[in-house]
């Protein structure tokens, strides 16, 4: 079957660093994404990766290892503005289907 | 500001009701996707539009009925809904092709079936 696994909720505090882990069990490989979705709002593009190793946005990054399934966001000196549900999100193949987890929920506090 | 606009932001209707939800996107983006959200789940793929033709359906009962009038509209038709149908309803779109193509969401449509 397919599978994507997040932590269900994490808290961190403004201004630290937090990695948000995300590991798949899918037949096939074509991507992986990481999406931001504030409550009651759609999700926004954060990174994609596709090759083993790390991709930098500002005070995103994005890390992938294709040989162990596994996947992190890395987010650095929070702000309040990033609690919010962080969505791993896996392309398996040349089609437009992807596989969702269930979302990370990151609560900052001052 | 989402370059994918969705009307209209909220919608409640009842069982008997023929509603439409639109999607508009200036992007030149030739795939175009419906999903259905519930509350603390992640999206759940409802149809998928490429060149203006319907390539996924994923098993959607047929009170829903998607159209796609040109490339840059997609509408989702409404008809006897029912209350567990109530969902935010999201569209999405991307590039034709482009394997490391995003998905850009609209700010969906929240959908009260009463």
């Known amino acids: 079957g397919q599978n994507i696994d997040q932590p269900t909720e994490m808290t961190a505090t403004e201004g630290a660093i937090v990695q948000i882990n995300c590991t798949y069990q899918?037949?096939?490989?074509?991507?992986l994404f990481w999406y931001q979705q504030h409550a009651g709002e759609a999700p926004t593009f954060l990174s994609y990766n596709v090759l083993d190793g790390l991709e930098e946005k500002g005070r995103f990054s994005s890390f992938l290892s294709r040989s162990k399934g596994y996947s992190y966001l890395l987010l650095k000196e929070l702000q309040m503005k990033d609690s919010a549900s962080y969505l791993c999100a896996v392309r398996r193949d040349s089609n437009y289907q992807l596989i969702w987890g269930a979302g990370t929920k990151l609560i900052i506090k001052p | 500001d989402t370059e994918v606009t969705q009307t209209p932001k909220h919608l409640v209707m009842g069982m008997t009701n023929k509603k439409s939800l639109k999607c508009e996107q200036h992007m030149g983006h030739r795939a175009m996707y419906w999903y259905k959200q519930k509350a603390k789940k992640p999206p759940e793929l409802m149809f998928v539009?490429?060149?203006?033709?319907?390539?996924i359906n994923e098993s959607v009962p047929s009170r829903f009925s998607p159209e796609c009038p040109n490339s840059s509209l997609l509408n989702l038709h409404l008809h006897a809904l029912q209350p567990e149908d109530s969902a935010l309803y999201l569209c999405?779109?991307?590039?034709?092709?482009?394997?490391?193509?995003?998905?850009?969401f609209g700010n969906g449509t929240r959908l009260t079936v009463t």
């Open positions: 899918t037949s096939g490989f074509n991507g």
């Open positions: 539009y490429s060149y203006e033709k319907l390539s």
């Open positions: 999405a779109s991307s590039q034709e092709g482009g394997h490391n193509s995003p998905l850009h």
